[in-house]
Protein backbone atom coordinates (compact mmCIF):
# COMPACT_ATOMS: atom_id res chain seq x y z
CA UNK A 1 0.00 0.00 0.00
CA UNK A 2 1.11 3.67 -0.74
CA UNK A 3 -0.14 6.67 1.43
CA UNK A 4 0.53 9.97 -0.33
CA UNK A 5 0.11 13.45 1.52
CA UNK A 6 -1.98 15.59 -0.74
CA UNK A 7 -1.73 18.60 1.96
CA UNK A 8 -3.56 19.77 5.26
CA UNK A 9 -6.27 16.60 6.12
CA UNK A 10 -5.74 14.67 2.80
CA UNK A 11 -4.33 11.76 2.03
CA UNK A 12 -4.33 8.74 -0.77
CA UNK A 13 -4.51 5.24 0.09
CA UNK A 14 -3.67 3.22 -3.02
CA UNK A 15 -2.85 -0.68 -3.92
CA UNK A 16 -3.33 -2.11 -7.29
CA UNK A 17 -6.73 -2.02 -8.06
CA UNK A 18 -7.69 0.59 -4.72
CA UNK A 19 -7.08 4.08 -4.64
CA UNK A 20 -9.09 5.65 -1.38
CA UNK A 21 -9.16 9.45 -0.94
CA UNK A 22 -9.67 10.53 2.76
CA UNK A 23 -10.82 14.78 3.42
CA UNK A 24 -10.25 16.50 -0.10
CA UNK A 25 -10.58 19.55 1.46
CA UNK A 26 -9.97 23.33 -0.08
CA UNK A 27 -6.48 23.88 2.14
CA UNK A 28 -4.74 20.41 -0.50
CA UNK A 29 -4.34 19.79 -3.51
CA UNK A 30 -7.46 18.10 -4.48
CA UNK A 31 -7.13 17.55 -8.02
CA UNK A 32 -4.07 15.59 -7.50
CA UNK A 33 -5.43 13.55 -4.79
CA UNK A 34 -9.16 12.54 -6.84
CA UNK A 35 -7.60 11.73 -9.93
CA UNK A 36 -8.01 8.15 -10.77
CA UNK A 37 -9.62 7.49 -6.76
CA UNK A 38 -11.93 4.90 -6.58
CA UNK A 39 -13.76 5.69 -3.43
CA UNK A 40 -13.95 9.18 -1.52
CA UNK A 41 -14.27 8.86 1.95
CA UNK A 42 -15.35 12.37 4.18
CA UNK A 43 -14.85 12.44 7.87
CA UNK A 44 -16.77 15.71 8.23
CA UNK A 45 -18.49 18.52 6.27
CA UNK A 46 -15.96 21.64 6.92
CA UNK A 47 -14.34 23.00 3.89
CA UNK A 48 -10.67 22.05 4.90
CA UNK A 49 -12.14 18.37 4.49
CA UNK A 50 -14.68 19.09 1.71
CA UNK A 51 -14.31 20.69 -1.12
CA UNK A 52 -17.33 20.35 -2.94
CA UNK A 53 -16.68 21.81 -6.32
CA UNK A 54 -13.98 19.45 -6.84
CA UNK A 55 -14.62 16.35 -5.80
CA UNK A 56 -18.83 16.94 -7.53
CA UNK A 57 -16.49 17.70 -10.65
CA UNK A 58 -14.95 14.17 -9.97
CA UNK A 59 -17.78 12.77 -9.25
CA UNK A 60 -19.50 13.67 -12.18
CA UNK A 61 -16.58 12.40 -14.56
CA UNK A 62 -16.51 9.19 -13.61
CA UNK A 63 -19.73 7.59 -13.12
CA UNK A 64 -17.91 4.28 -10.71
CA UNK A 65 -16.78 6.91 -7.89
CA UNK A 66 -19.28 7.03 -5.22
CA UNK A 67 -18.33 8.67 -1.76
CA UNK A 68 -19.02 7.86 1.69
CA UNK A 69 -19.23 10.22 4.84
CA UNK A 70 -21.54 11.68 7.62
CA UNK A 71 -25.41 12.78 6.32
CA UNK A 72 -24.01 16.42 7.18
CA UNK A 73 -20.88 16.65 4.26
CA UNK A 74 -23.04 14.65 1.83
CA UNK A 75 -26.10 16.78 1.67
CA UNK A 76 -23.28 19.74 1.27
CA UNK A 77 -22.63 18.04 -2.30
CA UNK A 78 -26.85 18.39 -3.90
CA UNK A 79 -26.00 17.98 -7.18
CA UNK A 80 -24.90 14.29 -6.68
CA UNK A 81 -27.25 11.28 -7.38
CA UNK A 82 -28.25 10.01 -3.96
CA UNK A 83 -27.35 6.76 -4.80
CA UNK A 84 -23.77 7.59 -5.20
CA UNK A 85 -23.36 8.87 -1.68
CA UNK A 86 -23.62 6.74 1.33
CA UNK A 87 -23.75 7.76 5.51
CA UNK A 88 -22.25 5.96 7.75
CA UNK A 89 -22.39 5.52 11.21
CA UNK A 90 -19.85 4.50 13.37
CA UNK A 91 -19.67 0.55 13.98
CA UNK A 92 -20.19 0.32 10.16
CA UNK A 93 -17.34 -1.91 8.13
CA UNK A 94 -17.10 -0.89 4.70
CA UNK A 95 -15.36 -3.03 1.89
CA UNK A 96 -13.84 -0.49 -0.60
CA UNK A 97 -12.40 -2.57 -3.53
CA UNK A 98 -9.43 -4.48 -1.47
CA UNK A 99 -9.67 -1.85 1.28
CA UNK A 100 -11.62 -2.31 4.50
CA UNK A 101 -12.67 0.26 6.50
CA UNK A 102 -14.04 0.28 10.00
CA UNK A 103 -15.64 3.60 10.57
CA UNK A 104 -15.67 5.21 13.96
CA UNK A 105 -15.50 8.67 16.14
CA UNK A 106 -18.83 10.35 16.16
CA UNK A 107 -18.47 14.12 17.23
CA UNK A 108 -16.33 17.01 15.83
CA UNK A 109 -13.60 18.05 18.76
CA UNK A 110 -14.98 21.21 20.23
CA UNK A 111 -13.73 24.52 18.67
CA UNK A 112 -15.15 26.72 21.55
CA UNK A 113 -18.48 26.08 23.37
CA UNK A 114 -20.66 28.93 21.39
CA UNK A 115 -19.73 26.97 18.07
CA UNK A 116 -22.00 24.33 17.07
CA UNK A 117 -20.77 20.31 16.96
CA UNK A 118 -21.25 18.49 14.04
CA UNK A 119 -20.65 15.19 13.20
CA UNK A 120 -17.36 13.53 12.44
CA UNK A 121 -16.58 10.29 11.46
CA UNK A 122 -12.97 8.58 12.05
CA UNK A 123 -11.49 5.64 9.11
CA UNK A 124 -9.43 2.82 10.00
CA UNK A 125 -8.57 1.32 6.81
CA UNK A 126 -7.07 -2.15 6.21
CA UNK A 127 -5.02 -2.47 2.25
CA UNK A 128 -2.76 -4.75 1.41
CA UNK A 129 -1.86 -5.72 5.21
CA UNK A 130 -1.13 -1.77 6.52
CA UNK A 131 -3.98 -0.29 8.52
CA UNK A 132 -3.85 3.43 8.56
CA UNK A 133 -5.99 5.14 10.71
CA UNK A 134 -7.58 9.16 10.05
CA UNK A 135 -9.50 10.87 12.78
CA UNK A 136 -10.75 13.31 11.27
CA UNK A 137 -10.94 16.40 13.41
CA UNK A 138 -10.43 15.07 16.47
CA UNK A 139 -7.75 12.85 18.39
CA UNK A 140 -10.19 9.63 18.58
CA UNK A 141 -8.05 6.33 17.97
CA UNK A 142 -9.04 2.87 17.59
CA UNK A 143 -7.95 0.38 20.57
CA UNK A 144 -5.88 -1.86 18.54
CA UNK A 145 -2.64 -1.61 16.77
CA UNK A 146 -1.89 0.39 13.97
CA UNK A 147 0.51 0.53 11.16
CA UNK A 148 -0.24 4.56 10.72
CA UNK A 149 -1.85 6.63 12.63
CA UNK A 150 -2.50 10.04 11.13
CA UNK A 151 -2.05 12.86 13.84
CA UNK A 152 -3.71 16.47 13.28
CA UNK A 153 -1.03 18.59 14.33
CA UNK A 154 -2.66 22.70 14.45
CA UNK A 155 -6.33 23.48 15.02
CA UNK A 156 -8.43 25.90 16.57
CA UNK A 157 -9.21 22.71 18.80
CA UNK A 158 -6.09 21.46 19.29
CA UNK A 159 -3.90 21.47 22.37
CA UNK A 160 -0.71 19.91 21.04
CA UNK A 161 0.34 18.47 24.43
CA UNK A 162 -2.97 16.22 23.52
CA UNK A 163 -2.05 15.20 20.19
CA UNK A 164 1.47 14.22 21.65
CA UNK A 165 -0.15 12.23 24.09
CA UNK A 166 -2.62 10.52 21.16
CA UNK A 167 0.97 9.95 19.31
CA UNK A 168 2.09 7.88 22.15
CA UNK A 169 -1.11 6.01 23.15
CA UNK A 170 -2.00 4.87 20.03
CA UNK A 171 0.26 1.66 20.02
CA UNK A 172 1.22 2.89 16.19
CA UNK A 173 4.47 1.62 14.59
CA UNK A 174 4.50 5.47 12.17
CA UNK A 175 2.90 8.94 13.30
CA UNK A 176 2.13 11.24 10.22
CA UNK A 177 1.39 14.91 10.88
CA UNK A 178 -2.11 15.94 9.34
CA UNK A 179 -4.32 19.11 9.63
CA UNK A 180 -1.33 21.41 9.94
CA UNK A 181 -2.05 23.86 6.62
CA UNK A 182 -2.15 27.32 9.05
CA UNK A 183 1.54 26.23 10.42
CA UNK A 184 4.21 28.49 9.38
CA UNK A 185 7.24 26.54 8.32
CA UNK A 186 8.95 27.35 12.34
CA UNK A 187 5.69 26.85 13.45
CA UNK A 188 5.96 22.82 11.85
CA UNK A 189 9.56 22.73 12.72
CA UNK A 190 8.78 22.98 16.11
CA UNK A 191 5.55 20.40 15.78
CA UNK A 192 8.55 18.16 14.37
CA UNK A 193 10.62 18.45 17.30
CA UNK A 194 8.08 18.32 19.68
CA UNK A 195 6.33 14.95 17.85
CA UNK A 196 9.63 13.27 17.59
CA UNK A 197 10.00 10.01 19.64
CA UNK A 198 13.28 11.40 21.45
CA UNK A 199 11.31 13.92 22.99
CA UNK A 200 7.61 12.17 23.71
CA UNK A 201 9.35 8.68 24.63
CA UNK A 202 7.34 7.08 22.39
CA UNK A 203 7.97 4.05 20.10
CA UNK A 204 6.68 5.41 16.81
CA UNK A 205 8.69 6.08 13.99
CA UNK A 206 7.36 9.77 13.16
CA UNK A 207 7.37 10.81 9.48
CA UNK A 208 6.28 14.31 7.45
CA UNK A 209 6.07 13.21 4.18
CA UNK A 210 6.18 15.89 1.31
CA UNK A 211 3.00 17.25 -0.61
CA UNK A 212 2.84 14.66 -3.50
CA UNK A 213 5.21 11.95 -1.89
CA UNK A 214 4.40 8.52 -2.31
CA UNK A 215 5.26 6.45 0.60
CA UNK A 216 4.97 2.88 1.79
CA UNK A 217 4.67 2.26 5.40
Known sequence: MRLTSHGHACVRLDSTTTRVVVDPGGFSDVASALHGATAVLLTHQHPDHLDVEHVTAALHADPDLDVWGPAGALDLLDDVDAHRKHAVEPGDILRLGAAQVEVGGGRHAVIHPDV??????????????????????????????????????????????????????????????????????????????????????????????????????
Open 116 to 217: PVIANRTYTVELDGTTVHHPGDSLDVPGRDLDVLLLPVAAPWLRLADAMDAARAAGARSVVPVHDAILSTAGQGLVDRLLDTARVGGEYVYRRPRVGEAWTP
